[in-house]
């Protein structure tokens, strides 16, 4: 007691309590705290409450919208659990193990194999921070008076208020291009009339929020020679186990999320952003990149061949200020692909887009629905539309007491981005939908239309 009272007399007050006087009265008053419990009583207490959790396994997901539940080869969890990846200090420093350096090399490797680009970083925090620092980049690569970059309303919802946070006191102005509301692609005209000789880049994604493909990469191509613009284009990297790779249809850079390899749900994250770019890129790219070479005698070595942020040499000129990135995430990815290999993986994304489809088309069936609402190509994601206009209360409620996670409402269900369109559901399609899950969520559809 003595120490504290010599605590508050140092800082000229007469109590503890003068510490938290900041904090309004009415939320004082609701801070009703109990008598303090042993150890003991508290991990009761905590147990008990644990009790009422429930685990993803229970139910019949169909979640989506950028996160996605997909199997996780217990192999991943034993590589990351290892004490020298998982509870070792971030690994961005240049002595950073060898053994680290080549499974990051190794997770370039199949990013670039996957995306058909040149080369890739050893990743970004997620999707948004991926594509705000591709725009960032795109301004490195293409510097033009006017800062114009054309992003389409058909992204996702979480990563608008990201690229406002990151161009923030730059000259990059960001202008928006409608989407198609029959297909759910790019509205190819208007991206027609706002791009320019002027413009900076653009982004497209494929498949974008809504699951959709845009199919026309032609014309995309098209518009970025005619404009000497940068593109930055967005994929799911299972995705590209059947679909034509970003380079191919003349993507600069391609960002992603690779979520889908080795890394459960999780409540949200974390995830790893995928970054690749051209080869000539390289300089301009943020993050860090590892290369392969020699040592003195002779012998295969990897060392960081970038880390052109601000706590190295770069300092003000450094390309992004990205430090941690999520090296463990990207480790977990690469041991993912690794365990499936290209043929493992082909297979798993037949699955998605096989079931996807055949739950659409029993979905179709049901009078009332619209399934999917975009008449468009589209991967394991798609949008249901509700002509019925069912009440959305009641169906969460049947979807809980039927042990379903059914999907994210959008459209005028919520004040979402997207609140022009009708009553909407976004339901994910994995390998871990069996027929039994996709019945269950076709019968509550039926029941509460009824």
Not at 8 to 17: K, N, R, S, Y
Not at 34 to 58: F, H, P, Y
Not at 126 to 147: C, F, G, Q, V
Request: charged share 30%; hydrophobic share 35%; proline share 5%.
């Amino acid at each position: 007691m003595e120490e504290t009272k010599e605590m508050l007399d140092h800082l000229g007050i007469a109590g503890v309590e003068e510490l938290f006087k900041d904090i309004p009265d009415k939320i004082r008053s609701e801070l009703k705290l109990e008598e303090g419990l042993t150890e003991m009583e508290v991990m009761n207490r905590v147990k008990d409450i644990l009790k009422e959790n429930r685990s993803l396994s229970e139910f019949s997901n169909f979640m989506g919208g950028g996160i996605y539940r997909h199997y996780v080869p217990t192999a991943v969890n034993e590589v990351v659990s290892r004490s020298e990846f998982y509870s070792s200090y971030t690994p961005y420093q240049p002595e950073i193990s060898q053994g680290m350096l080549q499974a990051l090399f190794e997770y370039q490797s199949l990013i670039c194999e996957l995306t058909g680009m040149e080369a890739a970083n050893t990743s970004m925090y997620d999707y948004p921070t991926a594509l705000a620092e591709a725009i960032l980049m795109s301004d490195r690569i293409n510097r033009r008076k006017k800062h114009r970059f054309l992003v389409p309303e058909n992204i996702h919802w979480e990563i608008e208020p990201v690229l406002k946070n990151y161009l923030r006191g730059t000259d990059i102005i960001l202008e928006w291009v409608k989407y198609d509301k029959t297909t759910g692609q790019i509205d190819k005209e208007d991206l027609k009339r706002k791009a320019g000789d002027d413009m900076l880049g653009f982004f497209v994604s494929s498949p974008n929020v809504f699951g959709v493909l845009e199919e026309d990469t032609k014309f995309y191509s098209d518009i970025k020679d005619e404009t000497g613009s940068v593109m930055v284009a967005g994929c799911d990297p299972l995705s590209l186990t059947l679909l034509q790779p970003p380079s191919e249809w003349g993507a600069d850079i391609v960002v992603g999320d690779s979520q889908p390899f080795g890394i459960p749900p999780s409540f949200g994250g974390p995830t790893v952003g995928i970054f690749a770019c051209k080869g000539r890129y390289i300089r301009r790219m943020p993050g860090r990149m590892i290369g392969e070479t020699v040592d003195k005698d002779d012998e295969r070595a990897y060392c960081m061949l970038l880390q052109t942020r601000e706590q190295h040499i770069r300092r003000d000129r450094a390309t992004s200020n990205i430090c941690t990135n999520q090296s463990l995430m990207a480790l977990a990815s690469a041991v993912h692909m690794f365990v499936k290999g290209g043929k493992g993986l082909e297979k798993i994304a037949k699955k998605n887009y096989d079931n996807a489809h055949r739950l659409a088309s029993l979905i179709e069936d049901i009078d009332g629905y619209s399934s999917p609402s975009f008449d468009s190509e589209f991967f394991n994601e798609f949008l249901i539309g509700n002509q019925k206009m069912i009440d959305l209360k009641e169906f969460k409620e049947r979807c809980k007491n039927n042990d379903i996670l059914p999907g994210i409402p959008l459209g005028s269900w919520t004040e979402s981005k997207f609140k022009e369109l009708p009553p909407s559901l976004l339901i994910a399609v994995t390998e871990m939908n069996d027929a039994e899950d996709m019945e269950v969520l076709v019968n509550t559809l039926q029941e509460v239309k009824e």
